[in-house]
């Protein structure tokens, strides 16, 4: 159920709505008003409803306090309906920041959580940076390893290759040595003259 704000709405400034309304579709219009009035007229024909110098001293009372309720009544409502308000406003506001600050509270701890991932995430970038790392060393490492044996294996092939070259020059001036040694001052002669010889006839041709 949900509690009423502004007042219901009468008629006759005592009689509710609803009464009226409830009648309509029985008594019409005007069946609510004969109602009262024949109600009215019962009470005071039978006396019930004494009508003495109270009477009219009340309905005076009725006047005057009417006219202080037409002139004062607003603004007193005014000013309590201000005051309620605020005070609405308060508890609102009370309310408000309770829900505020479990909002921010929840925020907090969203954002933590975030964090948490993101320092998760952070961790295995760093171990994969660690991985480049160690990977490109061991890389540099076996292009080194890599040069120094290539460097040691030309080494072998030059000397080697020095070695052959040593041991055909040293055969060749061997060979020379001894076929130079093995022509004789008569064999020379005779060659040098044949290839004066060849070379007159070469001439002639």
Not at 6 to 32: D, H, I, N, Q, S
Not at 160 to 189: C, F, L, Y
């Amino acid at each position: 159920r949900v509690r009423p704000i502004e007042k219901a709405p009468v008629r006759l400034l005592v009689f509710p709505e609803e009464w009226f309304t409830a009648l309509y579709p029985k008594t019409g219009v005007t069946g609510p008003y004969m109602a009262l009035g024949g109600v009215a007229t019962f009470l005071c024909s039978k006396e019930f409803f004494v009508m003495e110098h109270d009477f009219y001293v009340g309905i005076g009372l009725a006047i005057v306090l009417t006219f202080v309720v037409k002139q004062v009544g607003p603004d007193y409502t005014a000013s309590i309906n201000k005051e309620l308000d605020e005070e609405e406003a308060a508890l609102k506001a009370i309310r408000q920041n309770e829900i505020d600050g479990c909002l921010q509270m929840i925020a907090a701890e969203e954002a933590s959580q975030a964090n948490t991932t993101a320092y998760a995430d952070i961790i295995a970038a760093k171990k994969e940076a660690v991985g480049l790392q160690l990977e490109g060393v061991y890389r540099a490492r076996l292009q080194d390893a890599y040069t120094q044996v290539k460097k040691k294996l030309d080494y072998q092939l030059e000397t080697a290759n020095v070695v052959r070259r040593m041991e055909q020059k040293h055969m060749v001036d061997w060979i020379i040595g001894n076929v130079k040694k093995s022509i004789t001052p008569a064999q020379e002669d005779a060659a040098l003259k044949k290839c004066i010889s060849d070379l007159k006839g070469l001439a002639s041709a």
